[in-house]
């Protein structure tokens, strides 16, 4: 059994539970793949390690459940001032609804930390020194089962959407609680955490924040993620299983993740900038800074970039960068994909090239360059450093003054 048919036989295996324990799974099988495949471990020796996958679903039992959990079906109530019956025409009207609701917050915070779970998350500059948010939930079950919550401490800034308590803890809920442990680590979810998308259910946070605000984390747990026009010392923006996107950001310190979906940077500025995702792809464009990390387990990474060095890895997929003058360092692998690099004015590289399979051609001032073997070569004054390793794929190297 290979990666692909391993995956696959999860994926069928975890249909009956929900939506989040799946992805939490999934992410964590696709990450123990990631690490092994960069630690040069096969296939069948990371499969071995991850064990038979029967064996683990057995762990999602009854047993796992909390004592005298309830598990009856959600009645129909009354939201924002709306009588729901039990007719079909009735909720079929209901579900169509929309709840919105605009806050506004004063005062001082050394961060802003946005908890997603199952919303997406918005974020923007604010027009004064207020921070703003709307919270806007469509449909029967993220208005039933949702709710947006706000509290400060430590001078930090917390909103987000949680479950209300009330329907986990009088039971008003069809769904049940599964407790697994994998890798070392007790992962808990709802069984129907997914049905807030079905027929037309969302919840979005739109949120609004002042100029020069130090920090802002922003966490999901299957939306997506989107920041733009801010300027912060750090940010940080992960999404369990939805996209995350960067436009015009200026930051010291950038950090994205998602676990399954895409990311995109666009006209960023940074001194130190990551993105990370487990099997999606990365795209990074019009971006500035010291240092930039492109990782994925098996996506792609497409790039323009100004960066003094360049860290780019990918399990499978193929790395193709356009880099500009500053470029000092430049690091990129992946395992079976191509690797194609152009550089514009730089005053020299060395160039180290390995691939276990596919050719290699190296240009400097040319229009076609040359084929070359496996090596070091080393053009003009050799300013910039370059590594590019591939398992199987081509590498192509265009330099020029």
């Known amino acids: 059994m290979n990666k692909q048919e391993y995956m696959k036989k999860l994926q069928e295996r975890l249909e009956s539970f929900g939506k989040e324990l799946q992805e939490e799974i999934m992410e964590d099988y696709r990450q123990h793949f990631a690490e092994g495949e960069n630690e040069g471990k096969s296939e069948e020796e990371i499969i071995e390690e991850l064990g038979n996958i029967e064996e683990m679903i057995r762990e999602l039992s009854e047993d796992e459940l909390p004592e005298g959990f309830a598990q009856r079906a959600l009645e129909p109530a009354a939201v924002e001032g709306q009588e729901v019956t039990g007719t079909q025409e009735d909720t079929e009207k209901f579900e169509e609804t929309e709840m919105k609701r605009a806050f506004s ?38 208005q039933q089962n949702y709710e947006y919550y706000q509290y ?15 329907i986990r803890e009088e039971g008003d809920s069809d769904e049940k609680m599964v407790k697994v442990t994998l890798f070392g680590r007790t992962i808990i979810s709802y069984g129907t955490i997914g049905n807030v998308w ?30 733009s026009g801010v300027e912060l010392e ?11 996107g960067l436009n015009d950001i200026v930051a010291d310190r950038l950090k994205a993740h998602t676990g399954s979906g895409n990311i995109a940077a666009a006209h960023t500025e940074f001194i130190s900038g990551a993105l990370e995702a487990g099997s999606g792809n990365v795209k990074a464009e019009g971006v500035k800074g010291r240092e930039l990390r492109c990782g994925t387990g098996s996506g792609n990474i497409k790039g323009e970039a100004s960066v003094g060095e360049y860290h780019l890895a990918s399990g499978s997929g193929n790395i193709k960068m356009k880099a500009g003058g500053n470029a000092e360092r430049i690091n990129m692998s992946t395992g079976s994909g191509s690797i194609k690099l152009e550089l514009e004015g730089i005053q020299g590289m060395d160039t180290t090239v390995r691939t276990g399979s596919g050719g290699v051609r190296i240009a400097w001032n040319e229009e076609e360059g ?29 330099g020029r003054e």
């Open 105 to 142: 917050y004063s005062g001082y915070y050394k961060a802003v930390v946005l908890e997603g779970k199952v919303a997406d998350v918005y974020v923007t500059e604010s027009e004064n020194d207020q921070i703003h948010v709307d919270y806007e939930a469509k449909g029967v079950n993220s």
């Open 152 to 166: 400060e401490e430590d001078g930090t800034f917390y909103a987000g959407v949680k479950r209300k308590k009330s």
């Open 198 to 227: 079905n027929s037309g259910q969302s919840i979005t946070l739109t949120v609004r924040i002042p100029k020069g605000m130090p920090k802002l984390t922003a966490k999901v747990g299957s939306g997506n993620v989107s920041v």
């Open 234 to 244: 750090a940010l940080e923006a992960t999404s369990g299983s939805g996209n995350v």
């Open 370 to 398: 040359q084929k070359v073997k496996n090596g070091n070569y080393t053009y003009g004054n050799g300013a910039c450093k370059i590594k590019a390793n591939t398992g199987s794929g081509s590498v192509k190297i265009f």
